[in-house]
């Protein structure tokens, strides 16, 4: 897959693209030099981050959706009282379904998702989320750390 010709024709003839690809926000383009971002909600504007903008990157990993686990529980147990002591009848697909959906919204409670939040120097913050966001912060790291170190 090529690189599309706007991001193309903002490279430097000595920049080497790194790795690219859709985070939370947005697409992120790593080069050798900077930091890419195309922003969801503004596809036209290009945002150029050098490495040494990044004041920090924070994890946001631990943070887990604690309210689709209450509610997913609450489910189970609102569904499980009304048919044992308040003798509510319910068809066996019913059953099924709502057993079914709050496994579900816990099971989506649980399930972390690797997340991290650059904070850049006079730009907002960008929350990056992704499969493989690993790979995408071990570069950024580097780059930033090799900016840094020759700042």
Not at 102 to 122: C, D, E, Q, R
Request: hydrophobic fraction near 45%.
């Amino acid at each position: 897959m090529s690189l599309p010709d706007d991001i193309q024709t903002k490279l430097t003839s000595d920049e080497t693209m790194i790795q690219y690809g859709a985070v939370l926000e947005g697409v992120l383009y790593l080069t050798s030099k900077r930091i890419l971002f195309r922003d969801v909600d503004d596809r036209h504007n290009i945002k150029s981050i050098t490495y040494q903008d990044i004041l920090s990157i924070d994890s946001t990993t631990s943070k887990r959706k604690i309210g689709w686990i209450i509610i997913g529980i609450a489910i189970l147990l609102v569904t499980f009282l009304s048919v044992f002591y308040f003798n509510v009848v319910l068809s066996d697909i019913a059953y099924i379904i709502i057993s079914l959906v709050s496994i579900i919204m816990i099971i989506v409670g649980f399930y972390k998702v690797p997340s991290y939040t650059l904070t850049i120097a006079g730009n907002r913050d960008i929350k990056l989320s992704a499969r493989n966001i690993n790979d995408f912060m071990y570069h950024i790291r580097r780059y930033r750390d090799r900016a840094l170190q020759s700042s």
